[in-house]
């Protein structure tokens, strides 16, 4: 399974995030001791803040118990999230509307929110491997059986089926 390198608990919701949320798709995080009271109602509240990577584009970001592929980072999140505990989330693929203390993850439904809920990021793309099925293919079956292995190992189900969540195509 991937590294889980970020990890806190929601401990507050704004009054106003649902319908942020839908209406712009996007979400705004802050640590609960550091968010400024102009934006608490706009703004999921966490505590625990803990990061011991840099965030980057293909990384995953786990909120309850939906999956999200960072798509992009902006050039200050990293500095955002370990100073003030704040990252924007943008739910679409328009990377050329990038700001600063932006990421940008693919565009899926937005999932409710409870408190007590994790927020987590996790190294690569192999935490979203869970469940899925895949199939390896090509002339190599070392390679093959070695990418088999691997793909395995982090949660998919390898499968000969050519109708697979994922295929790969070894040249």
Do not use: Q, W
Request: proline share 2%; net charge negative.
């Amino acid at each position: 399974m991937a590294k889980k390198y970020y990890s806190t608990k929601i401990v507050g919701i704004g009054g106003e995030v649902s319908k942020f949320t839908s209406l712009v798709k996007m979400l705004v995080i802050f640590d609960d001791s550091m968010v400024l009271p102009e934006l608490r109602d706009f703004s999921v509240l966490h505590s625990g803040n803990k990061i011991t990577d840099v965030i980057k584009a293909g990384d995953v970001l786990k909120i309850a118990d939906s999956e999200f592929k960072i798509l992009s980072v902006g050039n200050e999140v990293n500095n955002n999230i370990k100073s003030l505990g704040h990252i924007v989330i943008k739910f679409n693929d328009d990377k050329d509307d990038l700001l600063e203390g932006s990421i940008h993850v693919e565009d899926k439904p937005i999932p409710k929110f409870r408190i007590g809920d994790e927020i987590a990021i996790f190294e690569g793309s192999s935490e979203a491997l869970i469940g899925k099925t895949a199939i390896v293919v090509g002339d190599d079956k070392t390679l093959c059986a070695a990418v088999a292995l691997i793909l395995n190992d982090n949660g998919a189900r390898i499968v000969e089926d050519e109708d697979a969540d994922i295929l790969v195509k070894i040249k």
